[in-house]
């Protein structure tokens, strides 16, 4: 832990991610299963999933422009978990298609605002030892993984309808958690006069690093959309398919913990590199070698460099490329450009090709992050900002 940081603010921050990503990991791999049972087919959990991710594309830029005004980051987060919290409360009232429809949208418009305002707390909290943001995060990594192995256990003996309940524990979780964060801390920020935050997105190094990001959340649609649908077929046992899952978040755990030696060791472009080519042999293994369980372990695995150290390199680029004030707007843009935009594409193909042919859709994702790694050599990358 870094010296720069109270070990009672170390644990807040920590137990926050804890919930967010124990949510997801009760999401993720069991929501799709849950709408399965509910009778809805391949092309409507497509549309389901498209729907949740589309909201970030706004949600984030919305709640980030009020968080500005405001000056109030932290309060924003406690709005839209309570907020979330309350809307979801609406899947217990119906099932039906067009009222699951809204519930989702409205409930992911206020829960896609939390996470780009705390990672900036979060980085604020820090104090300048930014290579330590990995070592929070990993709770989160933790939480999911206590919940994808718990639920396929669970679900393997008791019913999938029980799954809204456990998602709205921790949408709770995460409201209460969010009550112990402050956001006092100033981040530190180079500044640029005369700099506008559009003159930053049009710099084609930016451009270039957020088409990069996109393809690489638009390669991760089917697998989140699909993946468990995909091993249900196959057999697998659904305690096997949530080990599985928590297998790919080990491997991003280990590489959380890792993360700020290798920051400081190799280049942001080498991480970049690796992580896409390795992305790209994931969903190649997933898609030719789904039946072989061991060769499915390795792709697992690879969710450390397709998720983990992906991401670990993202925010520390948004972090070095939208200096002069513009770090909460950089996350928000990130955020809705790849994982609402990105991710709600990807979704959104993966439910069109399901039903035409499974494979296809993973071979899909394989491309998606050919034409990352061809762009990923437009980008220049920044030197490390210094504080003030």
Same mark, same amino acid.
């Given at each position: 832990m870094s010296s720069s940081i109270a070990p009672a603010t170390y644990w807040r921050l920590s137990s926050f991610y804890f919930f967010y990503f124990a949510l997801?990991?009760? &999401? !993720?791999?069991? &929501?799709? !299963?849950y709408l399965q049972d509910l009778g809805f087919d391949a092309e409507a959990i497509g549309y389901m999933t498209a729907l949740l991710m589309a909201t970030k594309i706004i949600a984030p830029n919305i709640w980030s422009w009020v968080a500005d005004v405001a000056d109030q980051r932290m309060r924003m987060v406690r709005y839209g978990s309570l907020l979330a919290f309350i809307v979801f409360l609406g899947v217990f009232v119906s099932q039906q298609f067009w009222w699951m429809a809204f519930i989702i949208t409205a409930y992911s418009f206020f829960w =896609?605002?939390?996470?780009?305002? $705390?990672?900036?707390?979060?980085?604020? *909290?820090?104090?300048?030892? $930014? =290579?330590r943001y990995s070592q929070i995060r990993l709770w989160g990594s933790v939480g999911f993984i206590v919940a994808v192995a718990g639920l396929g256990v669970y679900f393997d003996y008791f019913a999938i309808s029980a799954l809204p309940w456990f998602i709205a524990l921790c949408l709770l979780g995460v409201w209460l958690c969010s009550l112990l964060v402050t956001d006092k801390h100033k981040t530190p920020q180079?500044? #640029?006069h005369g700099q506008s935050f559009l003159s930053v997105v049009k710099n084609p190094s930016v451009i270039a690093f957020l088409l990069t990001c996109f393809l690489l959340q638009l390669s991760h649609g089917p697998y989140y959309t699909f993946f468990s649908v995909y091993l249900e077929g196959y057999d697998y046992s659904r305690a096997l398919i949530g080990f599985l899952w928590s297998f790919g978040v080990i491997a991003e755990v280990a590489v959380f913990i890792v993360m700020h030696k290798l920051l400081a060791r190799f280049s942001l472009k080498s991480i970049l590199l690796v992580s896409l080519i390795l992305s790209v042999i994931r969903w190649v293994l997933i898609a030719y070698y789904v039946e072989n369980v061991w060769l !499915?372990? %390795?792709a697992q695995s690879l969710h450390a460099a397709s998720f983990g150290s992906f991401h670990a390199y993202a925010v520390e680029m948004v972090r070095r490329l939208f200096v002069d004030g513009f770090q909460v707007q950089g996350m928000a843009l990130y955020s809705s450009l790849s994982y609402g935009g990105g991710g709600a594409l990807g979704a959104m193909l993966s439910g069109w090709l399901w039903d035409v042919n499974a494979q296809l859709t993973f071979?899909?994702?394989?491309?998606? *992050?050919?034409?990352? %790694? #061809?762009?990923? $050599? $437009?980008? =220049?990358?920044?030197?490390?900002?210094s504080s003030v």
């Open positions: 997801l990991g009760a &999401w !993720l791999p069991f &929501w799709p !299963l =896609n605002a939390v996470l780009p305002q $705390f990672e900036v707390v979060t980085l604020a *909290c820090l104090g300048g030892r $930014f =290579n180079v500044k #640029v !499915l372990l %390795i071979l899909m994702a394989a491309v998606a *992050c050919v034409l990352a %790694i #061809v762009i990923s $050599f $437009f980008i =220049n990358y920044p030197r490390e900002p």
